[in-house]
């Protein structure tokens, strides 16, 4: 009998999406984009658990990020959902994406 095998958390994603982005600041990239059905696959192969995933990646953008493909829906939880994360400047003090649309609406 196989085991079942417990979905990755928010903070899993979140803390992946952190490697990713150090390793892409290490190798002198500016920015990466992730796209949330791939990095689902990638994290999780055969598991759909695109709510945390997306959340985490929803958290993670920082002021400058931006999306490549930003789904319609209110949640912006879906598949397609992708964002461009710059990766030249990690440091901990840039402020976060929601806040910056907070202060311009």
Not at 11 to 33: F, N, P, S, T, V
Not at 37 to 64: H, I, Q, R, W, Y
Not at 70 to 96: F, Q
Request: aromatic residues 8%.
């Amino acid at each position: 009998m196989a085991t079942k095998k417990t979905k990755w958390t928010q903070e899993q994603y979140a803390q992946r999406l952190q490697e990713m982005k150090q390793e892409a600041h290490d190798k002198m990239w500016l920015y990466i984009e992730i796209n949330a059905k791939e990095f689902n696959d990638e994290s999780e192969p055969k598991v759909k658990n695109l709510t945390p995933c997306c959340k985490a990646m929803l958290d993670a953008m920082l002021e400058g990020d931006s999306f490549i493909v930003e789904p319609k829906i209110r949640t912006k939880i879906a598949g397609t959902l992708t964002v461009r994360y710059y990766v030249d400047n990690l440091d901990p003090s840039r402020r976060k994406y929601a806040d910056v649309q907070a202060e311009q609406a």
